[in-house]
């Protein structure tokens, strides 16, 4: 008599996520877009359509072309840097991964700032695009949503990492991010950041400016604030937050955050 085989797999539980997605055309002439920085608790992937922008995460800065994924877990630093006037097309999808990390190697199976910008071969472009836009349209119920949200991560996996070139970019400007990523803590002023990076002043802050539009200085805040974010996020008081990240003036840090993220810093651990 013929036996039957029967194979049993276990699958891990998936917890409830949040999942938003967005079309968005924009240009740099939208106040936002010059200075907006981005730290928060759920991961995000952008997908470049059109634009003349590159993709700063974390101490990289990543070049961006049509076609373009990055892709950010919870509170890496990110940023777009709009280059020109032509019209910034992209799609961007926000998820929350609490409790389900372990479904998302690609986000959480590399150190910060590593391994962010992937890319596709055109067919499977073609597909993703596809994907994004019918999950915008919103013509399908939740599960059909999730299908596609889980069809595009499956997509994500057998995407290709591209590695920036660090020589594309003035090499004080590398080392200070550098050195910034290790020391923002430190009582650090823009004179000593130009003599670690052996420039002078005006010539790190010209640089800064050409490749972030941004000073030493206010780049050294939002790295601190969003260190300050994760650290509320995961328990901190407000005061062991303010230390930790690098803020010398507990009244300063209170006021930074609250015009950085419209809440202030205990009720952002609260919300937390």
């Not at 950010?72 to 990110?78: K, L, M, N, V």
């Not at 823009?190 to 010539?203: C, F, I, P, W, Y």
Request: net charge negative; aromatic share 12%.
């Amino acid at each position: 008599m013929d036996l039957i085989q029967k194979r049993s797999i276990d699958h891990e539980a998936v917890l409830p996520f949040h999942m938003q997605i967005s079309y968005a055309e924009v240009s740099r002439d939208v106040s936002y877009n010059q200075t907006d920085s981005h730290v928060h608790p759920e991961c995000e992937i952008y997908i470049n359509l059109t634009g003349d922008v590159s993709f700063m995460v974390e101490k990289r800065i990543y070049p961006i072309f049509p076609g373009s994924i990055v892709i950010t877990r919870p509170f890496e630093y990110h940023h777009c840097i709009y280059h020109g006037d032509s019209l910034h097309s992209h799609f961007w999808i926000l998820f929350s991964a609490n409790g389900n990390e372990h479904l998302f190697p690609r986000f959480f199976n590399r150190a910060a700032g590593e391994n962010n910008l992937l890319t596709l071969p055109a067919d499977r472009q073609k597909e993703l695009f596809a994907l994004c836009h019918k999950m915008v349209d919103c013509e399908e119920g939740a599960i059909g949503r999730q299908y596609r949200f889980f069809k595009l991560m499956h997509l994500l996996e057998d995407a290709d990492v591209f590695a920036p070139s660090v020589g594309a970019y003035p090499q004080d400007v590398v080392f200070a991010l550098e050195y910034l990523d290790l020391h923002y803590a430190d009582a650090l002023t823009v004179s000593e950041l130009a003599r670690q990076a052996h420039v002078s002043v005006n010539t790190l802050e010209r640089h800064f400016s050409d490749v972030l539009h941004m000073s030493p200085t206010v780049y050294l805040r939002k790295k601190r604030l969003g260190v300050a974010a994760e650290l509320l996020y995961g328990g901190a008081s407000v005061m062991e937050a303010c230390e930790a990240s690098g803020f010398a003036d507990y009244s300063n840090f209170i006021a930074l955050f609250k015009k950085a993220y419209g809440i202030t810093p205990l009720q952002y651990k609260r919300r937390g």
